[in-house]
């Protein structure tokens, strides 16, 4: 059953996975880089992020060992952090489900988000993905997702 939604508190995928989970009155956490660094200045304190040292890398990796499994949002291909979360998923044995926006509806990639959490038992879902300056489009696809699992996680 799902219980908390966690990301690194960047702009687009981060962002739109918290802010669904705090429009719908979700627990949201996750860790962030010391500073609250994020691309639009400092991540606002909205959002129950714990500060760590290392940077984006570390925070990468702190979150995918914080959840139980992944959901890595992309568009057409993996670049950067996001092409990084794939290889910490890896390399910690943690479950994740990769969901390209350049080619899955929002309605089956909540399905395909509902299925995931329920093979693998997941309590704690990690939410990566580029952020807004790199895929414009990502905020507003992460959002609806998110907020549609959470509401049917909720409903469960």
Known sequence: MLLK??????????????????DAGFPIGGSCPVGRM?????????YNLLEIGGGYRQRTRKNVADGDGTAIFYDAYLQGGTEATVAFCIKQGKPYKLIDIALVTQTVAVDLLMDF?????????NVAGPRASGC?????????????????????
Do not use: H
């Open 5 to 22: 939604i966690i990301s690194g508190g960047q702009t687009g995928a981060d962002r739109a996975a918290l802010d669904a989970g705090l």
């Open 38 to 46: 994020a691309e639009d200045g400092p991540i606002d304190q909205r």
């Open 117 to 125: 959490v329920q093979q693998f038992n997941i309590s704690i879902l």
């Open 136 to 156: 414009p489009a990502i905020y507003d696809y992460v959002n609806q997702v998110i907020s549609q699992v959470i509401q049917r996680s909720m409903a469960e």
